[in-house]
């Protein structure tokens, strides 16, 4: 695997406007993100651009339109369910921070330790899998799950409540992991990191469910806290595997 450390160049930088420009405008206009959100995430995208290039800014980008098509699909039929914490202005920028913020931050270690790059790259695309996971089991699992389990007490449950996991939602989260990772294997070459990845993305969404289960539905965190520890969770493991296999 080959670092993509920003070099500069006229195309790159020409590409980069074109994502920013029309993903900002896409997200204020669809009402997918409030303005401080948009601008949040311009910010982020530039510090990942900036660290791991295109490809980066292409795994960010998959994951903003996955979750955002996963979100506004037969969004009247998931509007009963009292979990669902689209905002109809758009999602904060809290909620990007919370989805994204790892990935900014594995990009900002790769811009102070670049001798580490491959490693923190690897911790960008978990984070960016877990948190696509997260949002596809979650959105479609509500409509396609047919038997929805609690994760801290295994019986049936509510689709849609935090901490309950149906295995339809989970499948597709799986398929959300992989399709990240796949960004990064087409950006950076074919090799174990696309396991790992997939491995870490899926053990973040897992992680988001139990932490759903077992403090947010108590109140004793929000979802953006769930979000953020998840795609933190999933960060860390991908770094340990890069480390020790």
């Given at each position: 695997?080959n ?13 980069l ?49 996955m ?54 790259l ?23 799950g ?17 901490g ?10 799986f ?61 860390i493991?991908?770094?340990l595997?890069?480390?020790l296999?």
């Amino acid at each position: 695997m080959n670092g993509n450390i920003f070099t500069g160049s006229e195309v790159e930088i020409t590409l980069l406007l074109i994502i920013i420009i029309g993903g900002m405008a896409y997200s204020i206009l669809a009402k997918k993100l409030t303005v401080p959100a948009a601008c949040t995430g311009v910010v982020i995208a530039i510090t990942i651009f900036m660290a791991a290039g295109l490809t980066g800014v292409a795994m960010m980008t998959a994951f903003f339109l996955m979750g955002s098509l996963a979100t506004s699909w037969k969004q009247e039929r998931k509007n009963k369910f009292s979990d669902n914490h689209e905002n109809k202005a758009g999602r904060k920028a809290s909620q990007v921070l919370a989805n994204a913020g790892v990935s900014a931050l594995a990009g900002l270690s790769i811009l102070v330790f670049p001798q580490l790059t491959n490693l923190f790259l690897l911790v960008m695309a978990a984070a960016f899998a877990s948190a696509t996971a997260d949002t596809l089991s979650s959105e479609l699992g509500i409509l396609y799950g047919t038997k929805c389990i609690n994760v801290k007490t295994l019986k049936t449950d509510e689709c849609g409540r935090d901490g309950v996991i149906s295995m339809e939602g989970s499948v597709i989260g799986f398929i959300g992991s992989c399709l990240i990772a796949l960004v990064h294997a087409i950006g950076y070459g074919f090799q174990l990191g696309f396991f790992w990845i997939v491995l870490a993305g899926t053990f973040g969404n897992l992680t988001d469910s139990f932490l759903g289960a077992y403090f947010e539905r108590r109140g004793l965190i929000g979802n953006d806290a769930v979000n953020f520890f998840s795609t933190l969770s999933a960060g860390i493991i991908a770094l340990l595997l890069g480390v020790l296999i």
